[in-house]
């Protein structure tokens, strides 16, 4: 057997309702100044009351940062560590979708190291030490809560990524309740994300794709795909959303050992340039990449058809389940609710060149991809989704 690595968050609490005592879960664990990262959405929402008022109550002095926005900039990120700075912060708590916690890693890291976030760039790059890290998604979709990344858009344009176990939290709090108020449209995009990252995972081509990663990734299918339209058409689904928070962060724990390809790399200029959502931009091209990634990935998508899809163990022959299981992701997309063109999302095909070549500049995910992409492959599959 190939020899190969595997990295999680050492905790994890799954449990409806655990974020209105995540002062108790914290006790002893975050100190008593912890640095709280949100979005100003979820505070006018009301969202992170509970979970403040748990953190007072177990004697803790929090301090708020609630400037995180999609997508979220170097900017914020020192702005949210001068912020822990001047608080003297004992630990750090992301409270939030994939770009608050994706803040929250780095804000613990750099203050707890005090290094220079130019020096942590790229892959195991980061010194530490950390301060203490807590996370609690109320997404389902990154995974962010069990990976060792953190994406920052740097300058107007540009997604710059820390990988290092490091910033893994040391507990990651769970709570389907905390996805009850998500709109349709989100915990679609949500959604597909989770599942890319689970295709991706198990078809990835980095030398560390292992078993772990691969059983995570198929269970992670299950899950998602049996539940997704559910939790789409009903919000207030407990039974759907609790299964999309763990098929998201099974997804999560694969693709943080085996690490995504193509379709992150090509939905990064669509988001980084266009400001669409990060879930979308990934539901936007993935049918277009697993197309051009058949001839060398068709027996590994054959594989996990059945998990996502179980009508599609009906197929017979790799090449005929292959492409049935993109024609049902590309058909998913659309029953869902999203759009399926980048015209779609004020995308002009003039632009197309340009992102192509912006997408080359993902070299740490393109490594990965099961087939090699050039800057011509990426203009022909951004001309096929356009």
Not at 52 to 73: C, N
Not at 167 to 176: T, W
């Amino acid at each position: 057997m190939t020899p190969f690595m595997f990295n999680t968050t050492a905790s994890l609490v799954f449990e409806p309702g655990a974020s209105k005592r995540l002062g108790a879960l914290l006790a002893g664990r975050i100190g008593a100044r912890p640095l709280f990262v949100t979005d100003p959405g979820l505070r006018r929402l009301g969202l992170c009351d509970p979970a403040l008022a748990s953190l007072t109550e177990a004697g803790a002095e929090p301090t708020i940062f609630d400037a995180v926005e999609a997508d979220p900039s170097l900017a914020t990120l020192n702005a949210a560590v001068e912020a822990g700075r001047a608080a003297g912060v004992t630990g750090v708590i992301g409270f939030g979708g994939g770009s608050s916690l994706d803040v929250a890693k780095l804000a613990a890291l750099l203050l707890g190291s005090g290094e220079d976030i130019d020096g942590a760039w790229g892959v195991g790059q980061a010194k530490g030490p950390r301060l203490p890290l807590t996370l609690a998604p109320t997404t389902a979709g990154t995974g962010s809560e069990v990976t060792p990344v953190s994406i920052i858009t740097v300058g107007a344009e540009e997604k710059r990524g820390v990988s290092s176990p490091l910033i893994l939290p040391d507990i990651a709090v769970l709570d389907p309740e905390l996805t009850l108020g998500l709109p349709p449209a989100i915990t679609a995009a949500t959604g597909v994300d989770a599942m890319v990252h689970a295709i991706e995972a198990y078809a990835s081509k980095n030398a560390n794709n292992n078993p772990l990663s691969q059983m995570l990734a198929r269970e992670a299918l299950r899950l998602l795909g049996a539940n997704i339209e559910r939790a789409v058409s009903d919000g207030s689904d407990i039974d759907a959303r609790s299964a999309m928070l763990l098929g998201s962060m099974l997804a999560g724990q694969a693709f943080a050992n085996a690490p995504v390809a193509a379709v992150h790399a090509l939905a990064y200029p669509i988001g980084g340039t266009f400001h669409v959502p990060h879930g979308l931009s990934n539901a936007l091209v993935l049918p277009h990449v697993l197309r051009f990634n058949a001839p060398d990935a068709a027996h590994l998508y054959a594989e996990i058809a059945a998990d996502a899809f179980p009508k599609l163990e009906r197929e017979e022959g790799t090449q005929a389940r292959c492409a049935a299981f993109i024609e049902e992701l590309a058909a998913l997309s659309a029953r869902l609710g999203l759009k399926t063109r980048l015209r779609d999302v004020s995308i002009s095909e003039s632009d197309l060149p340009k992102m192509a070549s912006d997408a080359m500049k993902q070299q740490r995910l393109l490594v990965n991809n099961p087939r090699e992409v050039s800057e011509a492959d990426a203009l022909t599959i951004y001309q096929a989704a356009w």
